[in-house]
T-cell receptor, first 112, second 116 residues
Framework: DGGITQSPKYLFRKEGQNVTLSCEQNLNHDAMYWYRQDPGQGLRLIYYSQIVNDFQKGDIAEGYSVSREKKESFPLTVTSAQKNPTAFYLC???????????FGQGTRLTVV | AQSVTQLDSQVPVFEEAPVELRCNYSSSVSVYLFWYVQYPNQGLQLLLKYLSGSTLVESINGFEAEFNKSQTSFHLRKPSVHISDTAEYFCAVSASKKAAGNKLTFGGGTRVLVKP
């Protein structure tokens, strides 16, 4: 079955460590996105990619990095430069134009 | 650049009463519009979308939204809500042309709490 898979579901990180969140889709979608969801703040865009080997910063890219070496994969690295990384992270893929979006189940990252 | 504003962060409503969730957007190009719903402890799922054609779109569970280009709005309505409609609702927009950049932008969300 086609879908989008995020892993892990829960992740704990020590302060000062980098951590990478995985996002894989087998829907042949061109576009992939990373959002961060905080209580009372909705979804904020971190990075997005429309084609392989290309990506753009979203509204809150500082402290994050991404790569798009394959169409199916769009991993997100939360670096030690991110001051408040504890949040729920959501990966989304879609057709060109943003429609037909599929959502991952999310990764809840907690800094301990 | 594009943005989405959901004017109400929380909407309490009694069961069987009507509800309207307001969504306004800004964009320099033509857009596709979406409403997504997130039930408690679940992921987001598509509720309905406007791509082209009729400006009134409906979902299978009784919600409807109307695209108003002149007012740049895409308000969501339901004439009679159920307890099971308690959820957070997100309005989203993307450019309809690839060349314009197809960033999917979400509003801040509206939390609907249906009371018995």
């Amino acid at each position: 079955d086609g879908g989008i898979t995020q892993s892990p579901k829960y992740l704990f990180r020590k302060e000062g460590q980098n951590v990478t969140l995985s996002c894989e889709q087998n829907l042949n979608h061109d576009a992939m996105y990373w959002y961060r969801q905080d209580p009372g703040q909705g979804l904020r865009l971190i990075y997005y990619s429309q084609i392989v080997n290309d990506f753009q910063k979203g509204d809150i890219a500082e402290g994050y990095s991404v790569s798009r070496e394959k169409k199916e994969s769009f991993p997100l690295t939360v670096t030690s430069a991110q001051k408040n990384p504890t949040a729920f992270y959501l990966c989304v893929s879609s057709w060109t134009g943003g429609f037909g979006a599929f959502f991952g189940q999310g990764t809840r990252l907690t800094v301990v | 650049a594009q943005s989405v504003t959901q004017l109400d962060s929380q909407v309490p409503v009694f069961e069987e009463a009507p509800v309207e969730l307001r969504c306004n957007y800004s964009s320099s190009v033509s857009v596709y519009l979406f409403w997504y719903v997130q039930y408690p402890n679940q992921g987001l799922q598509l509720l309905l979308k406007y791509l082209s054609g009729s400006t009134l779109v409906e979902s299978i569970n009784g919600f409807e939204a109307e695209f108003n280009k002149s007012q740049t709005s895409f308000h969501l309505r339901k004439p009679s809500v159920h307890i099971s409609d308690t959820a957070e609702y997100f309005c989203a927009v993307s450019a309809s042309k690839k060349a314009a950049g197809n960033k999917l932008t979400f509003g801040g969300g509206t939390r609907v709490l249906v009371k018995p």
